[in-house]
Nanobody, 116 residues
Framework: QVQLVESGGGLVQPGGSLRLSCSAS????????MRWYRQAPGKERELVAA????????NYADSVKGRFTISRDNAKNTVYLQMNSLKPEDTAVYYC?????????WGQGTQVTVSS
């Protein structure tokens, strides 16, 4: 069992930056592929970014490429999402996800609001 806790959300002006963190506990962190999803009001949850164990390969949704960076620190059992050049359309609840074979865990989400 893995428990995930997100932090770092908040209100930011367009063009600003935020760094989200997702801290994991309860199990060995390193084998898990880690993903950030987001869900805006009235919309389906969408994948934002992923980082895989071992190679550390990353991939991103087209809408955030060049603006967001996902990273992980296995020693701290934490995954990060650095978000730069934020836009109003980035407003959503951001969720952390950990997956390894049939094991699939979610955090409770953190709100990001981009508004002037």
């Amino acid at each position: 069992q893995v428990q995930l806790v997100e932090s770092g959300g908040g209100l930011v002006q367009p063009g600003g930056s935020l760094r989200l963190s997702c801290s994991a506990s309860g199990s060995t962190f390193s084998p898990y592929a880690m993903r950030w999803y987001r869900q805006a009001p009235g919309k389906e949850r969408e994948l934002v970014a992923a980082i895989f164990s071992g190679s550390g390969t990353t991939n991103y949704a087209d809408s955030v490429k060049g603006r967001f960076t996902i990273s992980r620190d296995n020693a701290k059992n934490t995954v990060y999402l650095q978000m730069n050049s934020l836009k109003p359309e980035d407003t959503a609840v951001y969720y952390c996800n950990a997956m390894w074979f049939a094991n699939n865990y979610w955090g409770q989400g953190t709100q990001v609001t981009v508004s002037s």
